[in-house]
């Protein structure tokens, strides 16, 4: 399996606490609209001891079967099927600061 791992962070105008809420509540639903994905983790971060700001405010796991698989879902997010979930994202991520890679899992600890 291949994995699409986005690095995210929210727009300047709301809270962790409100990005968390709403990448979870609302926008995580469009994963079921997204063809070839067998699995979809969120990793959300979370206020560091003394209060102090993550760096980043999440993670997302996009995990499919082959690199061919990936490839067809991300020409489905870049094409008029995805405009839904793109429209979606600017509702509470900064899409100027998120970066994006595919990843091959090695495990040392199953």
Same mark, same amino acid.
């Given at each position: +399996?291949?994995?699409? +791992?986005?690095? +995210?962070?929210? @727009?300047?105008?709301?809270?962790?606490?409100?990005?968390?809420?709403?990448?979870?509540?609302?926008?995580? @639903?469009?994963?079921?609209?997204?063809? &070839?994905?067998?699995?979809?983790?969120? &990793?959300?971060?979370?206020?560091?001891?003394?209060?102090?700001?993550?760096?980043?405010?999440?993670?997302?796991?996009?995990?499919?079967?082959?690199?061919?698989?990936?490839?067809?879902?991300?020409?489905?997010?870049?094409?008029?099927?995805?405009?839904?979930?793109?429209?979606?994202?600017?509702?509470?991520? &900064? @899409?100027?600061?998120?970066?994006?890679?595919?990843?091959?899992?090695?495990?040392?600890?199953?």
């Amino acid at each position: +399996m291949v994995k699409f +791992m986005a690095i +995210m962070k929210r @727009r300047d105008d709301i809270t962790l606490e409100e990005f968390s809420r709403y990448w979870y509540e609302v926008h995580g @639903r469009f994963a079921y609209t997204v063809p &070839n994905l067998r699995r979809y983790v969120q &990793n959300h971060a979370i206020r560091l001891l003394g209060g102090g700001e993550p760096q980043i405010d999440g993670i997302g796991e996009y995990w499919f079967d082959d690199l061919k698989s990936w490839q067809r879902s991300a020409e489905f997010y870049l094409g008029d099927e995805g405009r839904a979930i793109r429209d979606d994202e600017v509702k509470f991520m &900064n @899409r100027s600061k998120i970066f994006g890679f595919v990843a091959e899992e090695r495990i040392y600890i199953p």
